[in-house]
């Protein structure tokens, strides 16, 4: 195994052929791999970023959502969250998602990851926070074209959940690992 | 909450407007939300089916890969896997692809989920397998673009992977840890 063979793929040129402003772009790239080889043509699909908040009560339940999920055509159960908008800082966009989605707000907050969804197309970037004490402020306001219900679940429920596949989002059980690994 | 307010979206139209042949297609959709709300252009983004394998061996050590992942712009370990090709049975990829890519190969396969890497724009699909008591054939004879580095790891090693930022692909930590949760 050659130490090349983990570089970095260099992207000798990239050009969007395809754009919905602000929703989606679509680029092709031309590539040189390690080896050499040349690739012509090389497809990333970029969407908007967005958050996703882990939110722990101080009695240690989890605040969730359930609600349908187009990308799936299902119902899950998934984290509160949703796309940063223009200018805004992926930590306020949290704070704003969770209190806007949940009613429930936080003073302990930390960034304990970034994810891409697709790994070789990309398909947006996920922050995701961690938000501890989280308390009960008022009732959700979001203006989300899904409608959410708010529900309290404990580790040994959302594992239970998992299992029967009523928590089917890739980025809800990515999120929900890594917060557990790094810290609850 | 409304019994409705969990209802699947209805697709009143759909028509693609950017396609790459067998590489991806970006469809714009007319839909009528459960309260009776038209929204006009709802977009997705639809790219070829993929498998990933959680192999496992008979001394409970697990097949994984290191590899340059372009989506990410990093190295990551990953689960082996690829894309379902033409006509091809998903279960028939994960077969292939875990020899090809491994050298390592099983009788006891069993589907443990599919999973969409997007939650609102798709992004493809994951048919998620888990290969027990799998055996090691061969080298392997992947022609895949990255070059990989086969590794077995402990579910401690995994663990520990996860906490340091080894293990970074969405796809990869959703199904170890939905393998975990029904299985191991």
Redesign the interface.
Same mark, same amino acid.
């Given at each position: 195994?050659k130490k090349n =063979?983990?570089?970095?793929?260099k992207i000798l040129n990239e050009r969007g052929i395809?754009t $919905?402003k602000n929703?989606?772009k679509?680029s092709k790239q031309r #590539?040189k791999?390690?080896?050499g /080889?040349i !690739?012509d043509d090389?497809?990333?699909?970029y969407?908007p970023e967005s958050v996703m908040v882990v939110a722990r009560t101080k009695d240690k339940k989890f605040v969730m959502s /359930?609600?349908?999920? =187009?990308?799936?055509?299902?119902?899950s159960i $998934?984290l509160p969250g949703g796309m940063v908008e223009k200018r805004e800082n992926p930590l306020k966009t949290a704070k704003r998602e969770l209190l806007e989605e949940t009613g429930y707000s936080s003073v302990k907050w930390h960034l304990i990851?970034r994810?891409?969804?697709?790994?070789?197309?990309?398909?947006?970037k996920?922050h995701l926070f961690f938000a501890d004490d989280v308390k009960w402020i008022n009732n959700p306001v979001s203006k989300d074209?899904e409608? @959410?219900?708010i529900i309290l679940m404990t580790e040994k429920e959302i #594992?239970s959940a998992? /299992?029967k596949?009523g928590i !089917?989002?890739?980025?809800t #059980? @990515?999120a929900? @690992? !890594?917060a557990k !690994?790094?810290l609850c």
């Amino acid at each position: 195994m050659k130490k090349n =063979h983990y570089s970095l793929w260099k992207i000798l040129n990239e050009r969007g052929i395809f754009t $919905v402003k602000n929703r989606l772009k679509v680029s092709k790239q031309r #590539i040189k791999l390690p080896d050499g /080889k040349i !690739i012509d043509d090389y497809y990333q699909v970029y969407l908007p970023e967005s958050v996703m908040v882990v939110a722990r009560t101080k009695d240690k339940k989890f605040v969730m959502s /359930k609600q349908y999920l =187009h990308g799936l055509r299902q119902v899950s159960i $998934v984290l509160p969250g949703g796309m940063v908008e223009k200018r805004e800082n992926p930590l306020k966009t949290a704070k704003r998602e969770l209190l806007e989605e949940t009613g429930y707000s936080s003073v302990k907050w930390h960034l304990i990851g970034r994810f891409v969804p697709h790994d070789n197309q990309v398909c947006g970037k996920v922050h995701l926070f961690f938000a501890d004490d989280v308390k009960w402020i008022n009732n959700p306001v979001s203006k989300d074209l899904e409608k @959410t219900k708010i529900i309290l679940m404990t580790e040994k429920e959302i #594992i239970s959940a998992m /299992k029967k596949g009523g928590i !089917i989002a890739m980025g809800t #059980i @990515t999120a929900l @690992t !890594i917060a557990k !690994i790094k810290l609850c």
